[in-house]
């Protein structure tokens, strides 16, 4: 396969995966920030949710304040933010087309449909109703996709580097979610059990559609440290950190089979899993969580460097 | 290094026991140098499984057959990626602080020859650590003449140490009972060891020590072969003593007449190029 195949092919599911994630916090924040001003405090919602997404100073380039309009119209709409949902999906669509032929017809049209019908919503929703429904169909063309990509490609190496894409994704994803929320995850948390912080976990694990999870694998109310707990460790968890990592590894294992070589990117990829696996939540908190989070952010992009460099250029 | 691994403990019975029940610590965890590509434990008899992680952060299993059966095979077999590290092993699960690693156990206690032996090896070494550790290892190794023979598994280091003979696990031992008396945390590692000279089937395990110096970490020591742990070594299981780490500890109601029969086998997987 040609380096700039599988190049599309990566970055093609990251795109996806990305637009997913932005309209997964958007909503956690809709809902977070439609609470009376006594349950949630006086923080603001909406700057975290920029900060969440990684690009806090182009957003301040373009505009004063965080607010409910202003971040959704840069998260979702803006042609300026290269990382907005919009931006996404058609650079998803750009990439897709370069690589027709190595998608099968069902992710063709799934991610072509996607961007005909982003259209349809113009400059964007101007109602509260109006923008609930875009972020859902978000994240239903998501679905759409993967479910395509999951349900139709061979199980070649086409098919790992596009999951390859998803899974680091992800990993940042989650690990910018922990990043941005990791001080009402700390145990020592003075107001342990408020209101405040119940609505802001509940919104942690939505942004992550974990909250029925949780509840499976804990059997308790919401505690922050098995909140983490559940996003970093749990390898049954599919968005934590460990999940993604088991199938990092997974992906690359079969390019390094495939290939009959292996090198920086599998390395890198199996000392993060073996990182998370030898981990206990204990330690973590021990050696601080925000360290770990911040750590783990630059091992993953440094994994995503070196399958650039090892397969992508 | 890509290493295959197949153990196979096979227990024959003349008169068939009535239940056994066995702790295995035959599973590998992945650390820097290290990573399990696949691994599984196969029993020759349908019973619950349960795997767990002792205190030592080893992953272990449980497991009660029900008999009777006149034979009764633990099989494990994987594949493990290994790396050259200098014998630094960086990573791994660690559960306590070095300085648990300085307890004494039954079969590590030092007696005044061991001891006399230390101090003279600390003697010709200086005081830096690692140097210290290497003189020992060198010391062991001529030392005690590798001898599959005299010793058994419950021959403790004193023993093995008057004797001058004994196997991989007698000469950990030595070394482990030497090096604490001086006070190093060591501790005690059984695994696997792609032997260079190309043999594939071997009679048991491997086992070597580890010892931590300060600002390094742990380090594999393996006084059988007067070698710092390479990539070749593959690390299955801790403690603080060969008990602690033994691959199979168990026990059986009724029957008699056991023998047991241990199968090992380590090979070079189908070669890889690093790029």
Same mark, same amino acid.
């Given at each position: 396969m040609l380096s700039r195949t599988a190049d599309n092919l990566f970055w093609l599911s990251r795109y996806v995966e990305r637009a997913e994630y932005l309209a997964r916090i958007l909503d956690a924040t809709q809902r977070l920030s439609a609470l009376p001003l006594a349950y949630v405090g006086s923080s603001n919602e909406w700057e975290s949710a920029v900060l969440t997404a990684g690009c806090s100073n182009a957003f301040f380039k373009l505009y004063d304040e965080a607010n409910e309009e202003n971040v959704t119209d840069f998260l979702?709409?803006?042609?300026?933010?290269?990382?907005s949902i919009r931006s996404c999906f058609e650079m998803a669509r750009s990439n897709a087309r370069s690589v027709r032929t190595a998608l099968t017809m069902e992710m063709w049209d799934a991610i072509n449909g996607t961007w005909l019908e982003l259209k349809r919503f113009g400059n964007g929703p101007t109602t509260r109703e109006e923008t609930s429904r875009f972020l859902r169909w978000v994240q239903e063309s998501s679905l759409r996709y993967d479910g395509s990509a999951y349900r139709t490609m061979l199980r070649n190496d086409a098919y790992w580097f596009s999951r390859l894409g998803v899974y680091v994704e992800r990993a940042d994803n989650t690990a910018r979610i922990l990043d941005v929320k990791y001080h009402l995850l700390? /145990?020592?948390?003075? %107001?342990?059990?408020g209101p405040l912080d119940y609505f802001q976990w509940a919104a942690i694990l939505r942004s992550v559609s974990a909250l029925t999870a949780y509840h499976w694998v804990?059997?308790?109310?919401?505690k922050p440290w098995l909140v983490a707990d559940l996003l970093?460790? %749990?390898?049954?968890? /599919? %968005?934590s950190l460990a999940s993604c990592y088991e199938a990092i590894v997974r992906n690359l294992d079969q390019l390094g089979g495939a290939y009959g070589r292996q090198g920086a990117a599998q390395r890198q990829a199996r000392g993060l899993r073996t990182r998370l696996q030898n981990s206990k939540m204990d330690g973590i908190f021990q050696r601080g969580l925000h360290e770990f989070i911040s750590e783990f952010i630059t091992e993953n992009n440094k994994l995503g460097a070196a399958v650039t460099e090892q397969f992508l250029i | 290094m890509r290493i295959r691994v197949s153990h196979t403990t096979t227990y024959h019975y003349d008169t068939p026991p009535k239940g056994v029940t066995q702790l295995l610590r035959l599973t590998p965890r992945n650390h820097e140098g290290q990573y399990v590509l696949n691994w599984r434990v196969d029993l020759s008899e349908d019973c619950l499984l349960h795997q767990y992680e002792d205190a030592f952060g080893n992953v272990a299993h449980t497991f009660t057959a029900d008999g009777p059966f006149d034979e009764l095979k633990v099989a494990v077999e994987g594949e493990v990626d290994t790396s050259d590290t200098n014998g630094l092993v960086a990573g791994a699960v660690e559960r &306590?602080? #070095?300085?648990? &690693?300085l307890r004494d156990t039954d079969l590590t206690q030092a007696d005044s020859a061991i001891a006399e032996f230390a101090a003279a090896a600390r003697a010709s070494a200086g005081d830096d650590t690692l140097s210290v550790l290497h003189a020992l290892l060198t010391a062991v190794n001529e030392e005690i003449t590798y001898d599959t $023979? #005299?010793?058994?598994?419950?021959?403790?280091a004193a023993q093995a140490f008057a004797l001058k003979r004994g196997v991989c696990q007698d000469l950990a031992h030595i070394y482990i009972a030497a090096a604490r008396g001086l006070g190093i945390p060591v501790r005690y590692v059984g695994g696997h060891l792609y032997r260079a000279d190309g043999?594939?089937?071997?009679d048991a395990g491997h086992a070597w020590a580890e010892a931590y110096v300060e600002k390094l970490g742990w380090i594999g020591f393996d006084p059988a072969n007067k070698l710092?742990?390479? $990539?070749a070594y593959v690390r299955v299981a801790i403690g603080l003593d060969y008990l602690g780490a033994a691959p199979v500890r168990g026990t059986r109601y009724g029957g008699s007449g056991e023998t047991l029969k241990v199968a090992v086998q380590v090979d070079q997987s189908q070669w890889q190029s690093q790029s």
């Open positions: 979702a709409f803006s042609t300026a933010n290269s990382s700390l /145990p020592d948390n003075e %107001r342990v059990g804990y059997r308790e109310s919401l970093i460790l %749990r390898e049954e968890m /599919p %968005r | &306590f602080p #070095p300085s648990m &690693f $023979d #005299p010793t058994q598994t419950v021959t403790t043999v594939i089937a071997q710092c742990a390479t $990539d």
